[in-house]
């Protein structure tokens, strides 16, 4: 029993000893990362980690929407093999024996219970997503107010302060579409391979470019909303413009490929083109618009007028996507929230908005809504059932969340009810003013208020039954419906139909025509490229060369330097002619000249003369270069040979006509 013990002892120091190993060593791991997190703190951050690191009340909802997106793409593949299971099953390739008929359809039934499950389950995970984008404006709201603090907010209490300022901002009711979601991805990757393998360069010389393209991925990955981070989106689109023109043949980049979800239903979608990035990000760009102009106070008028600008630019945007990314092949493959009807209602249902802004604006100045006049909302009105007559298609009935066409319903009903209200002010007022027409003034003007009271009492249950969140929205109508009431209570409504068959037809003897004096329209975005415009848009690999020669359809050779000597006498030339600018190109070697033994060879690019850098350089002032040289001196010439896709294509060409003619 002693030796049991001393043995137990022994083994319990054994252990004892390699848990304080582990300990050790735990802590020396704990103790370098937090060297690591100061020595990153203390490093200066750009300012696009700076916006990553912002904390922002949405990250909640945004890991939500991520969690159900993976959720849902797991489901489809699930679904998929149950699906093609199924149909092997249906179809076999032989007779089968009793005993297997009854294997297979006990495997059957096994399949459609997987398929009946996945089915349900995705219904349930596409209505969580519903309600998640459903609440996108009060997130939005929370997200951009957190957006414009200038410092950066650790403290979990701080969200209490952002609650109380987003309790304070009374807003009315409008669509706020909710981001896109996307996966990883280095993009620096394949464009590394690129660099060293195509353009014969040496990465660590684009390590920043490299290092600055990933921090603008990573930003679109995390949800910002503010104006620096739309300005960020912006640059990124610049920068997938440069790629596009540099790196990429038939929209296409070797080994990269594009992961996003469907903003609505959650739909994943995978592609290798550059069309699918650069329409996400600009959708995403839309949608941010359309959650900075939701958040705005829309019954300041400085923010009114904001949010106006805001949905114009939302508008433009989806405009843009329509004339830019879905002409291409490859948008067949793209999800809803890309396809032509979704971005058309989206267009309509942001202009609708600006359109409202301009009311509420012009309402702001007279003496409240019925004060407007006729024209402007009877504009509103025909914008919005312009949008409700979208809703309808088969394309958009089942996909677009149920908020949304309650709330474009009641607007419908509500700009049509101050159209008519506005337009009954108008005509009974005329009967204090003159005699003429004082019947007809009556009967129309009563009649008009009827229908305008009939249409606010509609959209009040609708909103009492469909949209209690949406209290601004609410005040308004009772507002409105308040004011209605009280305009025709001195009159007898009744005696306006006697002489007339129905109420409807009556009502459809007197529309109302829109005719706004303030028409809104989209405000085409400013995305012309320029490597000499602002930092946003210059192009990161600029130093490879202009695009127009350095990129993967034309052919690239080896850097090299060639030692030309200037001759003594001004008439035998250099022995080579330049063509072209911004590169200069050799143009033609004259033949046993001191130019051609030096081995200059014609599509040459002039990269330097004696160290200085020529790249970018004007015909004129290589040619000075050249000029003034000191007779007899020997220049060393950086070039690199450089055939364009285009002239290779142009000579062959040349070669097919001149053997035709030949023949």
Same mark, same amino acid.
């Given at each position: 029993?002693?030796?049991?013990?001393?043995?137990?002892?022994?083994?319990?120091?054994?252990?004892?000893?390699?848990?304080?190993?582990?300990?050790?060593?735990?802590?020396?791991?704990?103790?370098?990362?937090?060297?690591?997190?100061?020595?990153?703190?203390?490093?200066?951050?750009?300012?696009?980690?700076?916006?990553?690191?912002?904390?922002?009340?949405?990250?909640?909802?945004?890991?939500?929407?991520?969690?159900?997106?993976?959720?849902?793409?797991?489901?489809?593949?699930?679904?998929? =093999?149950?699906?093609? $299971?199924?149909?092997?099953?249906?179809?076999?390739?032989?007779?089968?024996?009793?005993?297997?008929?009854?294997?297979?359809?006990?495997?059957?039934?096994?399949?459609?219970?997987?398929?009946?499950?996945?089915?349900?389950?995705?219904?349930?995970?596409?209505?969580?997503?519903?309600?998640?984008?459903?609440?996108?404006?009060?997130?939005?709201?929370?997200?951009?107010?957190?957006?414009?603090?200038?410092?950066?907010?650790?403290?979990?209490?701080?969200?209490?302060?952002?609650?109380?300022?987003?309790?304070?901002?009374?807003?009315?009711?409008?669509?706020?579409?909710? $981001?896109?979601?996307?996966?990883?991805?280095?993009?620096?990757?394949?464009?590394?391979?690129?660099?060293?393998?195509?353009?014969?360069?040496?990465?660590?010389?684009?390590?920043?470019?490299?290092?600055?393209?990933?921090?603008?991925?990573?930003?679109?990955?995390?949800?910002?909303?503010?104006?620096?981070?739309?300005?960020?989106?912006?640059?990124?689109?610049?920068?997938?413009?440069?790629?596009?023109?540099?790196?990429?043949?038939?929209?296409?980049?070797?080994?990269?490929?594009?992961?996003?979800?469907?903003?609505?239903?959650?739909?994943?979608?995978?592609?290798?083109?550059?069309?699918?990035?650069?329409?996400?990000?600009?959708?995403?760009?839309?949608?941010?618009?359309?959650?900075?102009?939701?958040?705005?106070?829309?019954?300041?008028?400085?923010?009114?007028?904001?949010?106006?600008?805001?949905?114009?630019?939302?508008?433009?945007?989806?405009?843009?996507?329509?004339?830019?990314?879905?002409?291409?092949?490859?948008?067949?493959?793209?999800?809803?929230?890309?396809?032509?009807?979704?971005?058309?209602?989206?267009?309509?249902?942001?202009?609708?908005?600006?359109?409202?802004?301009?009311?509420?604006?012009?309402?702001?100045?007279?003496?409240?809504?019925?004060?407007?006049?006729?024209?402007?909302?009877?504009?509103?009105?025909?914008?919005?059932?312009?949008?409700?007559?979208?809703?309808?298609?088969?394309?958009?009935?089942?996909?677009?969340?149920?908020?949304?066409?309650?709330?474009?319903?009641?607007?419908?009903?509500?700009?049509?009810?101050?159209?008519?209200?506005?337009?009954?002010?108008?005509?009974?007022?005329?009967?204090?003013?003159?005699?003429?027409n004082k019947i007809e003034a009556s009967w129309t003007g009563i009649a008009r208020l009827g229908r305008a009271e009939a249409l606010l009492r509609s959209a009040h249950s609708t909103i009492t039954l469909r949209l209690r969140s949406f209290d601004g929205l609410q005040e308004d109508v009772e507002?409105?419906?308040?004011?209605?009431?009280?305009?025709?209570?001195?009159?007898?409504?009744?005696?306006?139909?006697?002489?007339?068959?129905?109420?409807?037809?009556?009502?459809? $003897?007197?529309?109302?025509?829109?005719?706004?004096?303030?028409?809104?329209?989209?405000?085409?975005?400013?995305?012309?490229?320029?490597?000499?415009?602002?930092?946003?848009?210059?192009?990161?690999?600029?130093?490879?060369?202009?695009?127009?020669?350095?990129?993967?359809?034309?052919?690239? =050779?080896? $850097?090299?330097?060639?030692?030309?000597?200037?001759?003594?006498?001004?008439?035998?030339?250099?022995?080579?002619?330049?063509?072209?600018?911004?590169?200069?190109?050799?143009?033609?070697?004259?033949?046993?000249?001191?130019?051609?033994?030096? =081995?200059?060879?014609?599509?040459?690019?002039?990269?330097?003369?004696?160290?200085?850098?020529?790249?970018?350089?004007?015909?004129?002032?290589?040619?000075?270069?050249?000029?003034?040289?000191?007779?007899?001196?020997?220049?060393?010439?950086?070039?690199?040979?450089?055939?364009?896709?285009?002239?290779?294509?142009?000579?062959?060409?040349?070669?097919?006509?001149?053997?035709?003619?030949?023949?």
């Amino acid at each position: 029993q002693e030796e049991e013990k001393e043995e137990g002892e022994e083994g319990d120091k054994g252990v004892g000893d390699e848990n304080n190993t582990k300990r050790k060593r735990r802590n020396k791991g704990i103790s370098s990362l937090k060297e690591e997190e100061e020595d990153a703190q203390v490093s200066p951050l750009s300012p696009t980690m700076k916006l990553l690191r912002r904390p922002t009340l949405t990250r909640a909802t945004q890991q939500k929407r991520s969690r159900i997106n993976q959720e849902i793409e797991k489901c489809l593949r699930i679904r998929d =093999g149950a699906e093609k $299971m199924l149909q092997a099953l249906q179809t076999p390739t032989r007779k089968r024996t009793k005993k297997e008929k009854r294997e297979a359809k006990k495997d059957m039934d096994e399949v459609l219970l997987s398929l009946s499950f996945t089915n349900s389950r995705l219904q349930s995970l596409r209505t969580q997503l519903q309600t998640l984008n459903s609440n996108v404006q009060a997130t939005a709201r929370q997200s951009v107010l957190r957006g414009n603090d200038t410092t950066l907010i650790d403290a979990s209490d701080a969200s209490i302060d952002i609650q109380r300022r987003v309790s304070q901002v009374d807003t009315l009711a409008m669509v706020a579409i909710g $981001m896109k979601e996307t996966s990883t991805i280095d993009l620096s990757v394949p464009l590394r391979e690129l660099i060293e393998s195509h353009f014969l360069r040496v990465t660590s010389e684009f390590s920043s470019a490299l290092r600055q393209l990933r921090e603008m991925r990573a930003f679109i990955e995390t949800h910002n909303r503010s104006s620096a981070a739309r300005a960020m989106l912006f640059a990124y689109y610049h920068q997938l413009v440069h790629i596009e023109e540099r790196f990429s043949v038939d929209d296409k980049v070797a080994k990269m490929h594009f992961h996003w979800y469907d903003s609505l239903n959650g739909q994943p979608v995978i592609l290798t083109n550059l069309t699918l990035e650069k329409a996400c990000v600009l959708f995403n760009v839309g949608a941010l618009c359309t959650q900075l102009a939701a958040s705005r106070d829309l019954r300041a008028r400085k923010q009114l007028d904001n949010a106006c600008r805001e949905y114009e630019a939302a508008a433009g945007v989806f405009q843009y996507i329509l004339d830019n990314c879905i002409n291409k092949p490859c948008s067949t493959l793209f999800s809803v929230d890309l396809s032509e009807d979704f971005l058309v209602f989206l267009r309509d249902v942001c202009l609708a908005q600006a359109q409202e802004c301009v009311f509420r604006l012009l309402a702001a100045d007279e003496t409240g809504n019925l004060g407007v006049a006729p024209g402007e909302a009877a504009t509103v009105y025909e914008m919005y059932s312009s949008c409700n007559t979208h809703l309808k298609s088969p394309a958009l009935c089942e996909y677009v969340p149920e908020v949304w066409k309650h709330l474009i319903e009641v607007k419908v009903l509500l700009f049509e009810a101050m159209g008519d209200a506005s337009t009954a002010r108008e005509q009974l007022s005329e009967i204090k003013r003159s005699s003429k027409n004082k019947i007809e003034a009556s009967w129309t003007g009563i009649a008009r208020l009827g229908r305008a009271e009939a249409l606010l009492r509609s959209a009040h249950s609708t909103i009492t039954l469909r949209l209690r969140s949406f209290d601004g929205l609410q005040e308004d109508v009772e507002e409105l419906l308040t004011a209605v009431a009280e305009t025709i209570a001195p009159y007898d409504s009744e005696r306006v139909y006697e002489h007339i068959k129905s109420r409807s037809e009556l009502l459809e $003897m007197l529309p109302t025509k829109g005719e706004s004096e303030h028409p809104v329209e989209p405000s085409y975005p400013e995305l012309h490229v320029s490597s000499t415009g602002s930092s946003l848009a210059q192009d990161l690999f600029s130093d490879l060369g202009p695009k127009s020669f350095y990129n993967v359809k034309n052919k690239i =050779g080896p $850097m090299r330097v060639v030692d030309v000597t200037v001759p003594s006498s001004l008439e035998e030339g250099v022995g080579f002619t330049l063509k072209g600018h911004s590169p200069i190109r050799i143009h033609r070697v004259t033949p046993r000249s001191s130019a051609e033994r030096a =081995g200059l060879k014609q599509h040459d690019i002039i990269l330097s003369v004696d160290g200085q850098d020529l790249r970018f350089a004007r015909h004129a002032v290589v040619v000075g270069i050249i000029k003034s040289s000191a007779r007899g001196k020997v220049l060393k010439f950086g070039v690199q040979s450089v055939i364009r896709s285009e002239d290779v294509l142009k000579a062959s060409m040349r070669r097919s006509k001149k053997q035709l003619e030949t023949v």
